[in-house]
């Protein structure tokens, strides 16, 4: 965080530092909830209820905020795009219905995935699909 608030990644202004902080707090509570599913295997048989109850509460909030932007905070990439596009992919890739209700949500990870060294990297033998939970989760992927 020290290198990015020197470099603006965290924010260029006091109002996108706090606006980062804040969807920071959200991802935080997003992954909380989301590793409690994938690691308690008594939570699988309500895992619609599970997902309806804590997951898509705080993506809409997320879808919320990220109404109109190109990136979480605004036009420019932002530390927390970083935080937000790993949330989402392992989310999407845990239910891939679970995205369709947040387009807002949508656009941010694609503009994500656009960036050329993301996109390279994707498309490079160096990226692996999977595995992306620890082999100690209980979670079974939505075909």
Known sequence: IFHANRTDLFGANNDEKVQATAVGGVLTDLGRDFAALIMDASKHAEQDKYFEEKIHPRLARLNTFAA????????????????????????????????????????????????????????????????????????????
């Not at 891939?96 to 033998?125: G, M, R, T, V, W």
């Open 68 to 143: 109109g932007k190109k990136f979480i905070i605004g036009d420019n990439l932002n530390l927390v795009d970083f935080a937000i596009y790993q949330t989402l992919y392992v989310i999407g890739k845990a239910d891939p219905k679970a995205l369709d209700n947040y387009p807002n949500l949508q656009n941010i990870f694609n503009n994500f995935s656009a960036i050329p060294q993301i996109k390279a990297y994707h498309e490079s033998d160096a990226f692996k699909n999977k595995p992306i939970l620890p082999p100690t989760a209980a979670y079974k992927f939505r075909a």
